[in-house]
């Protein structure tokens, strides 16, 4: 148990459907990240998040859209998703920017 | 961020320590070396990490070579449970993106 926690844990969704993974951190960190892992990238950061300002954004089609209500709080709102979406969505935390980072289990989706 | 350069695949017996080695030759001055695991499909788990002094905490000990270029992870007592990707970063001071090679697979057999 790291402190951070996503839900779902398994997501399986149409590509017409819009679904939103959660993640929350318990840790009293101001920086959150969401990072895709699948078999052909092994890990790709693809959102920032610090003191709820969003401060790194890698190129993500706009089918992603992040929101961070607050700094314990993170989403990722997905809609109309492509099969090679599927991925392992991880989010974690750090007390800064720049320190040690804290992975929640992830959210295995599967686009269909 | 410098590469690093870990062996494919190790194997260890259960309760005996597991060294992990991690090549990092063009590591510069500013950049730590971290360690994170991850088990099948789940996140991965930060272990340790330090700059150039020994670090040890509950989960490990990291040895770094006096000249930086190499490390090596220490499982003391390894447990089935340990069995795991590794991966060996080196990241910078400041903004941390992560980004994991292709690691360690740690097989802890009884």
């Known amino acids: 148990e790291t402190g951070v926690t996503q839900t779902p844990r398994h997501l399986v969704m149409g590509m017409t459907n819009k679904k939103s993974l959660k993640c929350e951190q318990h840790?009293?960190?101001?920086?959150m990240y969401w990072y895709k892992q699948s078999a052909k990238k092994p890990l790709e950061l693809m959102f920032v998040y610090s003191l709820e300002e969003r401060v790194e954004n890698n190129s993500v089609p706009s089918r992603f859209s992040p929101e961070c209500p607050n700094s314990s709080h993170l989403f990722l709102h997905l809609h109309t998703l492509q099969p090679e979406d599927s991925a392992l969505y991880l989010c974690?935390?750090?007390?800064?920017?720049?320190?040690?980072?804290?992975f929640g289990p992830g959210t295995r989706l599967t686009v269909l | 961020d410098a590469k690093t350069t870990q062996p494919p695949s190790m194997d260890c017996a259960e309760g005996r320590a597991a060294n992990l080695p991690c090549n990092h030759s063009?590591?510069?001055?500013?950049?730590?070396v971290y360690w994170y695991r991850q088990i099948h499909s789940q996140g991965p788990q930060y272990i340790i990490h330090?700059?150039?002094n020994n670090e040890t905490n509950e989960m490990a000990s990291l040895i770094i070579t006096e000249d930086r270029k190499s490390s090596t992870l220490i499982l003391p007592h390894a447990t089935l449970r340990d069995t795991a990707v590794y991966y060996c970063?080196?990241?910078?001071?400041?903004?941390?993106?992560?980004?994991f090679g292709t690691g360690t697979r740690l097989l802890v057999s009884p």
């Open positions: 063009t590591i510069s001055g500013n950049e730590y």
């Open positions: 974690a935390s750090s007390r800064t920017g720049t320190d040690t980072q804290y």
């Open positions: 330090g700059l150039k």
């Open positions: 840790l009293g960190h101001n920086a």
């Open positions: 970063i080196a990241l910078p001071t400041g903004f941390q993106k992560l980004v």
